[in-house]
């Protein structure tokens, strides 16, 4: 109607609560308006879940505490400190408050050409400033396989570690 009350949207978080979000107002907003508007946040909702509750999403570091802490008893102790070493550049890079939802498939590519260019070796005081490609390699596998987890656990609709190249390197002659 016309009396400017909102026209809201309604939603469940993962979090099990209920939300709700103004469309606009009634008079300022037509009915076809309202649900074109609907329409656009559902799709958005269903690309990008972290919005669903954007408190509820951990930051890059939260999730690669629990990540570790989850494959403990899964890897063997050497596994680990790999993981450990690649969580070190990731958050070198993308800083431990980034949310999971904001890294872009270009960011991991920017994450793989600054490890391949070694200025990332001051998050492990390391000697050698680049990492061989092999290494570089090995890193992005391991940080595709940790952000499988997270799209595994619904965190992220996607994984932006999944295009990059980063094979099993070929055997050396």
């Given amino acids: 109607g016309a009396n400017g009350q ?3 949207l309604y939603s469940f978080g993962a979090d099990g609560k209920r939300y709700s979000q103004s469309l ?3 008079d300022k907003l037509s009915k076809r308006q309202a649900e074109k508007a609907r329409q656009a946040k559902e799709i958005e909702l ?3 879940p972290g919005l669903r509750s954007p408190g509820q ?3 890059l570091g939260q999730f690669l505490q629990t990540y570790l802490e989850s494959r403990k008893s899964e890897l063997a102790p050497g ?3 790999l ?3 690649t ?3 990731l958050k070198g890079f ?3 408050d980034r949310r999971l939802d904001q890294i872009s498939r270009y960011d991991a590519r920017e994450f793989k050409s600054t490890l391949a260019r070694g200025e990332l070796a001051r998050v492990n005081e390391r000697k050698h400033a680049t990492l061989s490609p092999r290494t570089v390699d090995l890193h992005i596998r391991i940080a595709r396989t940790t952000f499988n987890r997270a799209v595994d656990d619904d965190l992220i609709m996607y994984n932006p570690f999944d295009r990059l190249s980063g094979g099993l390197p070929a055997v050396e002659k």
């Fill in 57 to 59: 999403l951990p930051s």
């Fill in 94 to 96: 993308f800083g431990e």
């Fill in 87 to 89: 969580a070190k550049y």
């Fill in 83 to 85: 993981h450990e070493q």
């Fill in 6 to 8: 909102p026209f809201a």
């Fill in 46 to 48: 269903r690309h990008k």
């Fill in 24 to 26: 606009g107002r009634t």
């Fill in 79 to 81: 596994y680990i400190e």
